[in-house]
C-alpha cells in the first residue's frame, strides 16, 4: 500500500449521502453531500456506482484511490456484501452492493452499518484504545447501536447484531415498522419525540422542545425512556467506554445530566455503574465519511478484498 493512498468514503442516510476521501491520517478532503433520493429511487446501485465514478472523475484524478467504503443505515449480512434491508431508502433490500460495485469501479469495497463506522470515528476522536470494549447508542430517528468488543466490531452469527431498538417493551402491542410490537424503539427514538411534540407542545419546534420543556413530566418520562435499553446493554456486556450521539442528543439543551444519572440508576451495582466512562459524540457533517475511511484502512491492513 502506498503511503500516500486515499479511500472514497460514504456515509450514507435515509436524507443525505455524504461523500469524501480520506487520508491514513483521518483527514478528509473534497468533501460533500447529496439528498439521498438523487440517488435511492429505480437502479439505486447503477445510481450510486456512477455517482462515485463521477466524483473520482472530478476529485479524485491523479490520485491513488485504494478503496471505496460505504456505511448504510441497513441491516447487512454476515460475509458484509450484501445489504438486506433499509427502511429509509427506495430499493436497497438484498442487493449484493459488494459485489456490484467491485464490478463496476474496479476497486476494493467495503460495506459496513453506518452505526459501526460512527463508532470508529469517535473511538479515535475520544483517544480511546483501539483494543478495548465499546458501546455506542446513536438516538437519531431510531435508536442506532454499535458494539465493539475488545477492539472488534460485534456482528452477531446472521449480521444483525446491536438492535437494540427492537428489543421487547412487557405487555405492549403497538406495531414498529420491523414487524414486531411493542419494541422499545417506539419510545426510545427521535421518533417518538416528535410525537411527543405534535400531542403536547405543538407550538414549540422540534429543535426547541428541550430548551423550553425539559423540566415538563414528557419530557422528563422521555429522557428515561432513552436510559433503559442504554442502560441494559451496558449490565449485559459491562463495557471500557459508553459513545453517546445521534441527533437527538445534539439537539439544543438536551439534559445529558439527567440521562447520565437515569442510565447510573438502572445500571447493575456496584459496577458496572460505579466507574462507567461515558464519552460524547461530536456533531460533525464528516464523522460517518472519516469512519468509512479509518474502517476502510483497517480492512486493507487485514487483507481483505
Ligand atoms: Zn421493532
Known amino acids: 500500500m502506498k503511503e500516500n493512498g486515499l ?9 443525505n449521502v455524504r461523500i469524501g476521501m480520506v487520508n491514513k491520517s483521518k483527514v478528509v478532503e473534497e468533501f460533500e453531500i447529496i439528498k439521498s433520493k438523487e440517488i435511492f429511487h429505480d437502479k439505486p446501485i447503477e445510481n450510486l456506482s456512477c455517482f462515485i465514478e463521477d466524483y473520482r472523475r472530478r476529485k479524485g484524478k491523479n490520485k491513488n484511490i485504494l478503496a471505496v467504503s460505504l456505511g448504510f443505515p441497513s441491516t447487512i449480512d454476515r460475509t458484509r ?18 459485489e456490484e460495485l467491485q464490478e463496476s469501479l474496479e476497486l ?39 458494539i465493539v468488543i475488545k477492539g472488534r466490531i460485534y456482528n452477531g452469527k446472521n449480521g444483525c447484531a446491536g438492535e437494540l431498538g427492537h428489543i421487547p417493551i412487557m405487555n405492549n402491542t403497538i406495531p414498529c415498522g420491523c414487524g ?3 419494541c422499545m424503539e417506539l419510545f426510545s427514538s ?35 425512556y432513552l436510559s433503559i435499553p442504554i442502560a441494559t446493554e451496558i449490565s449485559i456486556l ?42 460524547y459524540a461530536r456533531a460533525h457533517q464528516e464523522n460517518g465519511v472519516i469512519g468509512a475511511g479509518i474502517y476502510g484502512f483497517s480492512c486493507l491492513k487485514e487483507g481483505r478484498r
Open 7 to 15: 479511500i472514497i468514503g460514504l456515509d450514507i442516510g435515509g436524507t
Open 81 to 98: 456484501k450484501i445489504v438486506l434491508s433499509t427502511p429509509n431508502l427506495t430499493g436497497m433490500n438484498n442487493l449484493n452492493v459488494v
Open 108 to 146: 476494493p469495497i467495503f460495506l459496513e452499518r453506518d452505526v459501526n463506522l460512527l463508532i470508529q470515528y469517535d473511538m479515535y476522536m475520544n483517544k480511546i484504545h483501539p483494543e478495548s470494549t465499546v458501546l455506542g447508542f446513536y438516538i437519531g430517528t431510531g435508536l442506532g447501536n454499535a
Open 180 to 182: 414486531n410490537k411493542g
Open 190 to 224: 427521535g421518533k417518538y419525540l416528535q410525537i411527543i411534540r405534535e400531542e403536547f407542545f405543538p407550538e414549540t419546534s422540534l429543535d426547541k422542545i428541550f430548551v423550553k420543556h425539559s423540566q415538563d413530566p414528557k419530557i422528563v418520562e422521555y429522557v428515561e
Open 238 to 279: 459491562d463495557p471500557d467506554y459508553v459513545i453517546l450521539g445521534g441527533g437527538v442528543l445534539q439537539m439544543e439543551g438536551f439534559p445529558f445530566h439527567k440521562l447520565e444519572s437515569n442510565i447510573l440508576s438502572h445500571t447493575r451495582k456496584p459496577f458496572p455503574a460505579d466507574n462507567l466512562a461515558f464519552h
